[in-house]
């Protein structure tokens, strides 16, 4: 398994030192990374991670919310083949139709994202969980509906949060879902209490393991109650380090 960190995880870092912090991350020992919101800073991202040996398989970008060519055109700047939505808002997740809406422009995005060479996914909150009376969740129900170009990166610690059990979902999503977002904690909404991977509650491994069609596994932080670096390096450690040592 390959492990990248999503940039948002030190986000603070890095606008105090963009290309210190990423330099950082290198010493870890990572050798991806996911930014976000990359296309303001394309060009100074791309050589500190081009300096530092980084490469950036996937980046959070606002698709349904912002000009896409822009965003594509800083993709390719910095190598990254999946763009991934992050953030369709909560209200927007409370009727099939409004799914099946997003789920449509989506389609559309992966339509342009072609013309650029880059493939388009999502990215779920807790809310993208609930159930429908037919027994789907709102996800599953944007998965049915997604052109099978479109790939999902499943947040595991929000998926627990919204009440499922993020290992039952992955079987259920099945090779839809190519990136996993690795977090762990004791799985409530409040983010300052997420700590480093195999800290908290989840049951890792088995979730590593449900993700079949799994490309990079994603370490991510939303916050954190100290130093959130020792958190990342304690979490690419524990992931690195494999099941046995675990």
Do not use: C
């Amino acid at each position: 398994m390959t492990y990248s960190i999503q940039l948002y995880t030190v986000r603070k870092a890095l606008d105090a030192d963009l290309t210190g912090t990423i330099k950082r991350i290198a010493d870890i020992g990572f050798q991806l990374v996911e930014p976000y919101n990359f296309v303001a800073t394309a060009d100074e991202l791309g050589a500190a991670l081009r300096e530092n040996g980084l490469k950036a398989p996937s980046g959070h970008a606002p698709l349904l919310r912002a000009d896409q060519d822009e965003i594509f055109a800083a993709a390719q700047k910095l190598g990254i083949e999946t763009v991934i939505d992050p953030h369709v808002p909560e209200e927007r997740w409370k009727t099939i139709e409004d799914i099946e809406a997003t789920a449509d422009l989506l389609n559309a995005a992966a339509i342009k994202g072609t013309e650029y060479g880059i493939t388009v996914g999502y990215h779920n909150h807790w809310w993208e969980v609930e159930t429908f009376p037919d027994g789907r969740t709102g996800l599953e129900v944007l998965a049915d509906h997604l052109d099978p170009a479109v790939v999902l990166e499943l947040d595991t610690y929000w998926a627990a949060v919204g009440g499922q059990d993020p290992v039952a979902l992955l079987g259920r999503l099945g090779n839809r879902v190519r990136l996993i977002h690795i977090k762990d904690g004791p799985v409530n909404s409040d983010p300052s209490t997420q700590l480093a991977v195999g800290d908290g509650v989840l049951p890792i491994w088995d979730i590593v393991d449900a993700a079949k069609g799994l490309e990079v596994g994603v370490i991510e932080l939303d916050d954190f109650h100290g130093e959130m670096l020792d958190a990342v390096t304690d979490s690419y450690r524990y992931l690195a380090a494999g099941r046995v040592a675990a």
